[in-house]
């Protein structure tokens, strides 16, 4: 991957439904090589798919909760994400160091619905305590960030200053 490729996905990441020739002018390439470079980048498995971007209260998800999750001693991390996968609203999970294993977002429609939430996931085989934050507001969430490209090489100044 080289910095056009890394300019290219950039390009994605701020709108996915550009099209070839859009991408194309942004980092000097043909439609035809950002259409190539593309196909390279999803097969390879770097770009994974492409998806909408959705306000979650505006399809009746107003509650979003952080939960952290201890495991049992005999507890299999495995297991318990697959097990985290079956819940519809479990939006992402997140294998962590420090106290907790997991750490799962959750949106749902409203506080009663969490609580039913809450209690399924502490059904979970191996799942021994959680720790739940509600989220009050999201000030930002899923951007776009890309590394920093690396600065050019220096070159020795032989002026002898």
């Known amino acids: 991957m080289d910095a056009v490729d890394r300019q290219i996905i950039?390009?994605?990441r701020a709108n996915g439904r550009a099209t070839y020739a859009?991408?194309?002018?942004?980092?000097?390439?043909?439609?035809s090589a950002v259409h190539e470079r593309?196909?390279?980048?999803?097969?390879?498995g770097v770009i994974t798919g492409y998806h909408a971007v959705v306000d979650p209260p505006s399809v009746g998800l107003g509650v979003t909760a952080l939960v952290g999750i201890?495991?049992?001693?005999?507890?299999?991390?495995?297991?318990?994400?697959?097990?985290?996968?079956?819940?519809?609203?479990?939006?992402?999970c997140y294998a962590v160091a420090g106290d907790e294993a997991f750490v799962v977002k959750i949106r749902v429609a409203t506080v009663d619905e969490l609580e039913r939430s809450l209690g399924r996931l502490r059904r979970i085989d191996g799942i021994a305590r959680t720790r739940t934050t509600v989220v009050l507001s999201t000030r930002f969430e899923g951007r776009p960030n890309a590394p920093e490209p690396a600065p050019p090489p220096t070159v020795p100044d032989k002026s002898g200053a």
């Open 10 to 12: 950039a390009a994605l």
């Open 38 to 44: 593309v196909g390279k980048l999803e097969s390879s």
């Open 22 to 31: 859009e991408l194309g002018r942004q980092v000097g390439l043909s439609a």
């Open 70 to 92: 201890q495991p049992t001693d005999t507890g299999d991390d495995d297991e318990i994400a697959a097990a985290l996968a079956e819940l519809p609203e479990v939006e992402s």
